[in-house]
């Protein structure tokens, strides 16, 4: 089982400023990623697949990067809407992992 | 546009059987590109793969849960179900229904039943 670990556990940020978030695999995934937002009291919604591309929908200031073991979600300019949990999970191995998630809250 | 409702009992004794059905509606069950998931969240906590299902009965299941899950599908009426055996406490989550592309991302998700599992 492919272990995801994500940092920081939680983000303070202002409105209007930008975050950077991490997800390392414990083994390479290739560009096999996604990245999901859940706001509070709220299911999960997919952000990011393959590593980088957005569904429709996505707003553009969502971004993601990365090959192998190390991925990043950017996210630019960040509205009231995005304080969230951010989630990446592995689809390369048959068994499905998530990180632990990264808290985006308000500075 | 798609959409997925989960349904079931909000509250299971410890030792007995949870069974939920997803219902899904504005898409084809039975495409083949997808297949039909469950993913749990305890509370306060992460994410959880539990398993997935193909309209064909193929079906594929978390290591850790296998010993204890059963999945199924019913094309004619538009829905999958899950049974988990021998509840206990740590049972206790959001149960999600979710589409999943290929076996690879999940979309989109339905609202989530919450499972309680107390005597």
């Known amino acids: 089982e492919i272990l995801m670990t994500q940092s920081p556990a939680t983000l303070s940020v202002s409105p209007g400023e930008s975050a950077t978030l991490s997800c390392r695999a414990s083994?390479?995934?290739?560009?096999?990623l996604a990245w999901y937002q859940q706001r509070p009291g709220q299911a999960p919604r997919l952000l990011i697949y393959?590593?980088?591309t957005r569904p429709t929908g996505i707003p553009p200031r969502f971004s993601g990067s990365g090959f192998g073991t190390e991925f990043t979600l950017a996210i630019s300019s960040l509205q009231s809407e995005d304080f969230a949990v951010y989630y990446c999970?592995?689809?390369?191995?048959?068994?499905?992992?998530f990180g632990p998630g990264t808290k985006v809250d308000i500075k | 546009q798609v959409q997925l409702q989960e349904s079931g009992p909000g509250l299971v004794k410890p030792s007995q059987t949870l069974s939920l059905n997803c219902t899904v509606s504005?898409?084809?069950?039975?495409?083949?590109?997808?297949?039909w998931s469950w993913i749990r969240q305890p509370p306060g906590k992460g994410l959880e793969w539990i398993g997935y299902?193909?309209?064909?009965?193929?079906?594929y299941y978390s290591p850790s849960l296998k010993s204890r899950l059963s999945m199924s599908v019913d094309s004619s009426r538009g829905l999958f179900s899950l049974r988990l055996y021998s509840l206990t406490a740590a049972d206790t989550a959001i149960y999600y229904c979710?589409?999943?592309?290929?076996?690879?991302?999940?979309?989109?998700w339905g609202q989530g039943t919450l499972v309680t599992v107390s005597s």
């Open positions: 299902i193909h309209h064909s009965g193929s079906a």
């Open positions: 504005g898409y084809s069950i039975t495409n083949d590109d997808y297949f």
């Open positions: 393959n590593t980088s």
């Open positions: 083994q390479s995934v290739s560009s096999n």
């Open positions: 999970q592995q689809y390369d191995d048959w068994v499905f992992t």
């Open positions: 979710v589409r999943c592309l290929s076996r690879n991302w999940f979309a989109p």
